[in-house]
């Protein structure tokens, strides 16, 4: 069980989607995370060790090798992928509750910025992390943040932005989503902010997407 797991793991970081995938070139004609996934399956391995021994494993890993400019946003993506081909064999053990995620993260880019690179990674890497997400898109206004977090109960948010002129909206949403909602957990990120930013404005900071996954299972 553990033999095929860590394959499953390799697959994911090394963004091996399926045996007719040609990339990576030294796993050409090897099974991906597709194929691995249905057969750990129909071994009897229990979906959420799937999930949390194997693809989530995968992510971790490349999340951590992005953060130290080890692989670059394409390596990403390919691992993303490769999580996907071995998500949709779960997914109908989530839907029946036997599979259980971490939480929730409603995310999105703050209102006025139309930029969705950064925001899709963390989208990405957090939900290879156990998570579920909420991907509300780009120039998200506050009420639209509002909305999904009614809808998803207990949930965490994240807001992203690139423009240094959309700082003050994000300040905004976050201000009018903690007075709403007492207690939620607000993470923010993006090229131009920083921790003392984060900290005026009571979020938490991350400045990669690993750091988010780590930020949402602290429980902050």
Avoid at 126 to 131: K, S, T
Avoid at 169 to 193: D, R
Wanted: glycine share 12%; net charge neutral.
């Amino acid at each position: 069980m553990s033999e095929l797991l860590s394959q499953i793991a390799t697959c994911v970081e090394r963004g091996k989607i399926s045996v007719a995938a040609p990339f990576p070139l030294d796993l050409k004609g090897a099974p991906g995370a597709d194929e691995l996934t249905a057969a750990a399956l129909a071994e009897g391995i229990a979906p959420q060790d799937i999930l949390s021994k194997g693809l989530v494993v995968g992510m971790y890993n490349v999340g951590e090798k992005f953060r130290c400019n080890k692989v670059f946003i394409p390596d990403v993506l390919m691992s993303a992928k490769a999580m996907y081909a071995g998500m949709k064999h779960l997914r109908p053990f989530f839907q029946s509750g036997q599979v259980q995620r971490k939480g929730t993260l409603v995310i999105g880019t703050a209102a006025g910025d139309l930029h969705d690179i950064g925001k899709n990674l963390v989208a990405m890497i957090v939900e290879g992390g156990g998570w579920e997400v909420v991907d509300l898109g780009v120039d998200v206004p506050l009420d639209k943040f509002v909305k999904a977090v009614e809808s998803n109960p207990g949930c965490s948010v994240g807001i992203s932005t690139l423009l240094t002129t959309t700082m003050s909206n994000m300040q905004k949403i976050t201000a009018a989503l903690k007075e709403k909602f007492p207690g939620i957990s607000v993470i923010i990120g993006g090229a131009p902010i920083t921790k003392e930013f984060a900290d005026k404005i009571g979020a938490g900071y991350s400045a990669d997407p690993q750091g988010a996954v780590s930020f949402l299972n602290s429980g902050k």
